[in-house]
């Protein structure tokens, strides 16, 4: 057994019914303190980064896989920014969300409340441990991470720092933890602590999820793997299409919301194609398509059945050309992951389709996916995007690590 893992998560158990209770006052104070604390030890955050990316790259891990690891200015200042947009939310804790009365006086409310301990499992990218500490905070949560090997200096750089800092403004000891190992079956031990943790929620690869699924003997809310699509419909402004496939395939190619797969309608295939697929391979893209897309791009690698069920998380893109929307539709719920998909059309009416049928966690006309994000819908930094459909979907904010409890006021009532 692994002492760090087990006196962790009872630590973060016994703080949990502590944190439940702050006000919303001092959980701001605390996020603000980490906020501070971040912009401040920017120096010693990088430097540690700076040790995973080179150990990353002796490793031989992918160019998108150094990218979702890569830390920089930018991206701490997208950190803080994120906790002062989480900062301006509501608290959900507390709020009401049914009251009621019942016939015999009993009156009833239905209030919503932290879910007490969250154990939070993830791979490479090192920004999580500052969302899911953060999220988890604002809604009365205690968190235990457990980050990925390759970014095991950055993750214990930042919770050493944001752990401390909500420390000093009254969060109680134990409340942010991280499991500082990189020993796979710690991952399995950590799962093992039902007594202590009341939700799992994986975020990473296909592999990670699966993984967590099958072993942990806590309930976990399941974060998706991200087999996006976009379709370009017959009716698609060709040059709006253009700039959204694009976007969604490369502006960044790691992250679970690009898109891995573009259909096209036959009827603007030949016109279509050619002009992104130069814009794709210039931007150094890789095009794997269907014997027609073929036909119009000879020079492609011919798509394999494995291609239309992948998360590429890189620069690869499959093509397939399809009769029309309910084909495209078809197509997608076939092969697709429930997460994000978008079409591009000036059809009102096949638009109204695509977006009702498709049993996806978020469905886009005439934008792209890379905005299924907890911070470009307005909810602050998120925990994950969930495809599941019990308790949480899509991108998971302060709301969905709530639950609820009913509070009944009596006045002598029993039941007969």
């Known amino acids: 057994m692994n002492n760090e893992i087990e006196n962790k998560c009872k630590k973060a158990h016994d703080a949990a019914g502590h944190l439940a209770v702050l006000g919303t006052k001092q959980k701001n104070e605390a996020l603000k303190g980490i906020a501070a604390a971040l912009d401040k030890a920017r120096t010693h955050i990088l430097s540690e980064n700076k040790k995973d990316i080179e150990a990353g790259i002796k490793k031989g891990l992918s160019k998108a896989l150094i990218e979702r690891l890569t830390l920089n200015d930018k991206r701490i200042d997208s950190m803080i920014e994120g906790i002062e947009q989480v900062v301006s ?101 950590l799962l093992s602590k039902k007594q202590y943790i009341d939700c799992v929620i994986p975020r990473g690869s296909a592999g990670l999820i699966n993984m967590v699924i099958e072993n942990s003997r806590i309930p976990v809310i399941e974060t998706g793997v991200g087999n996006c699509h976009a379709y370009v419909e017959r009716t698609a402004d060709l040059k709006m299409a253009e700039e959204i496939v694009f976007n969604a395939k490369v502006q960044r190619p790691s992250v679970c919301n690009a898109i891995e797969t573009l259909l096209v309608d036959e009827e603007i295939a030949g016109a279509f194609l050619p002009k992104i697929a130069e814009r794709l391979k210039n931007a150094g893209v890789e095009i794997r398509g269907c014997e027609r897309t073929r036909a119009i791009l000879p020079g492609i690698r011919s798509a394999a059945e494995d291609d239309w069920y992948a998360e590429y998380l890189d620069l690869i893109i499959a093509v397939k050309i399809v009769r029309n929307t309910d084909e495209a539709i078809e197509h997608i719920s076939r092969y697709g992951s429930h997460h994000s998909e978008t079409m591009i059309t000036k059809n009102k009416k096949e638009a109204e389709k695509f977006t009702s049928r498709l049993d996806s966690a978020a469905v886009y006309v005439n934008a792209s996916t890379r905005f299924t994000d907890g911070f470009e819908f307005g909810l602050g930094a998120e925990i994950g995007i969930s495809t599941q459909k019990l308790h949480a979907r899509g991108p998971m904010g302060l709301k969905e690590l709530t639950s609820y409890k009913y509070v009944v006021q009596g006045n002598g009532q029993v039941r007969k």
Do not use: W
């Open 89 to 189: 939310l509501p608290d959900p804790v507390g709020e009401v969300i049914e009251n009621f009365k019942r016939p015999n006086g009993l009156k009833i409310k239905k209030v919503r409340v932290p879910i007490g301990t969250i154990a939070i499992i993830y791979e490479s990218r090192p920004n999580v441990t500052v969302d899911a500490a953060v999220l988890c905070i604002k809604a009365g949560n205690c968190v235990v991470l457990k980050g990925g090997s390759d970014a095991i200096n950055s993750n214990i750089a930042i919770a050493g720092i944001i752990a401390e800092a909500a420390y000093s403004k009254g969060i109680p000891d134990g409340a942010i933890s991280l499991i500082g190992t990189t020993d796979r079956e710690d991952v399995k031990e």
